[in-house]
């Protein structure tokens, strides 16, 4: 059988709590990262994914103590991010148990970091987030671009930052070889587009990615139901895929969705 | 009263590894520098974060003292990187390895796979009456996180393979001398029971 694929909830914290509106069965503080964190993980999370959405400086040491406490619950691996600038502020994370972190803006201001990242923690620790838009103005003299062909127009692929609130005129599909060749070892891929829809992942996307990488691919934004999920995995060659709202209600659980990916084909651990 | 040593090579998080090996049985868990002290303990374990040669040098000095355990039969788990440091030498590295075994460390194949190996793969149990497998049902999902894989000479070593390109040895056993290519400590229920095997081990010993 082969490396099996797979399905990460993510939560989104502020100030040491999780956000949106979660409401599980038997879970007696929903904003608890901690309790959530261990309810996902008994239901066949195969990994976690915190993101700090405030991430300021006094929220740093909130994260800290949460991601010792997460790390004593579960025994699967989880992924932090959000906000984290500098090498210490990855390492002070990774000390505290998180087996992973996950660093977006920081990469594009300083790509040295995951060199740096990658030397120290190896490979494996390193996740780069990266948030793509469509953008309309391409510049066909411009190499940089790799330029695709829409229904109506032609894009590229622009690399966004600030939690996809600013453009940076890099082109993602360069982007994500460039990452791979710094010491990468999993990128985190944002549709923005797709984003908050629910009405699927960004297939094109992912594949444009997947195509131009050899390091393993998650996929997050746009996913709304279990179907969504078969789709990516079934047209791209990714990884893994993230979803956030979908797992924040019951009628949803972890393990049905897993069973349904398996009903459908997908090479998934029960 | 189970001792277990952690051998910290300066990489970093060992947290998850202690609290698995407290979780799993062991009484007391510490986290060393130095083989010196190695007497007092029940059991050894070379985690598997860090790269290879910074591992090597961290453990240079005290190679004598690890090979001195391994004979006298005390049980020492090699995780990850923990299992590559024991062979002759490493693709990742120029140093030589630990050669406790006999064998090579090679990169996973690029052109094949994607690298590193990041996920839940099978393991396909190989060897019978394994001790460090004990309970574990075949096709049992463990999780990995590597860009190298080990090549031992000596293919009675293999308790376990996995499927990822080819064929990958992912568990070896040589009486208290075990190893595993992949991350007991973040293999859930799975990996626990691994743990508490090792930590039986130890406790027996």
Redesign the interface.
């Known amino acids: ?6 399905v990460i909830p993510c939560l989104d914290v502020d100030n040491g709590r999780v956000v949106k509106g979660i409401k599980f069965r038997g879970v007696k503080d929903a904003g608890d990262p901690v309790e959530l964190a261990k309810t996902y ?1 008994d239901q066949g999370a ?1 990994e976690l994914v915190f993101l700090d959405i405030t991430a300021s400086k006094q929220d740093r040491e909130i994260m800290k103590s949460m991601v ?1 406490k997460v ?2 619950v579960i ?3 989880f992924t932090v991010g959000g906000g984290i600038k500098t090498l210490s502020d990855a ?1 002070e994370i ?6 992973k972190v996950s660093i977006n803006t920081a990469t594009v201001k300083t790509p040295k970091l995951v060199t740096d990242l990658m ?6 620790c390193v996740v780069v987030a990266i948030d793509v838009k469509r953008n309309y103005e391409v510049d066909e003299k411009n190499e940089k671009q790799t330029i695709m062909h829409g229904p109506e127009r032609d894009f590229y692929f622009e690399v966004m930052i600030y939690g996809g609130s600013k453009g940076t005129g890099i082109d993602a599909i360069q982007w994500a070889k460039k990452v791979e060749e710094l010491g990468a ?2 990128i985190l891929l944002t549709s923005i587009d797709a984003d908050g829809t629910k009405n699927g992942y960004d297939i094109e996307l992912t594949n444009a990615i997947c195509n131009s990488v ?3 691919v998650i996929a997050s934004g746009g996913c709304g139901s279990s179907d969504h999920m078969v789709e990516a995995f079934k047209k791209t060659d990714v ?2 895929v993230l979803a956030a709202s979908i797992f924040h209600y019951d009628k949803l659980t972890l393990d049905k969705v897993k069973r349904y990916l398996a009903e459908k084909g997908i090479q998934t ?1 029960l | 009263m189970t001792k277990i040593a952690i051998f910290d090579f300066g ?3 060992l ?2 590894l202690h ?2 090996l407290l ?1 799993n049985g062991a009484h007391s868990v510490d986290i060393i520098r130095s083989l010196r002290q190695l007497g007092n303990y029940d059991g050894l374990v070379l985690p598997g ?3 290879f040669d910074s591992a090597i040098s961290s453990m240079q000095k005290d190679s004598g003292l690890l090979n001195a355990a391994v004979d006298k039969g005390m049980p020492i788990l090699g995780i990850c ?1 923990g299992l590559e440091m024991l062979f002759d030498k490493s693709e990742e590295g120029i140093l030589e390895g630990l050669k406790v075994l006999d064998g090579d460390v090679l990169m996973l194949p ?1 052109m094949k796979v ?9 393991l396909r149990i190989v060897k019978t009456g394994s001790n460090l497998l004990k309970g574990i049902p075949q ?1 049992s ?1 463990v ?1 990995f ?3 190298y894989h080990i090549e031992p000479q000596d293919d009675k070593l293999i308790a376990a393979v996995t ?2 390109g080819s064929k990958l040895p992912v568990v070896i056993e040589r009486s208290n001398l075990f190893g595993t290519q992949f ?1 007991p ?5 799975i ?2 029971q691994i743990m508490k095997n090792f930590v039986n081990i130890c406790e027996k010993n």
């Open positions: 059988m082969p490396l099996s694929k797979r993980c195969d010792r790390a004593s025994d699967i691996p390492r990774l000390l505290n148990g998180a087996d030397k120290i923690f190896g490979r494996q070892g999993e050899r390091i393993p990884d893994a651990r | 990489a970093g998080n947290f998850n609290q698995s979780g974060v860090g790269n990187l690029r994607k690298v590193p190996h990041i996920g839940w793969n099978n096709d999902w999780y996180v590597h860009s499927e990822y991350h400590e973040k293999s859930g229920k990996g626990a």
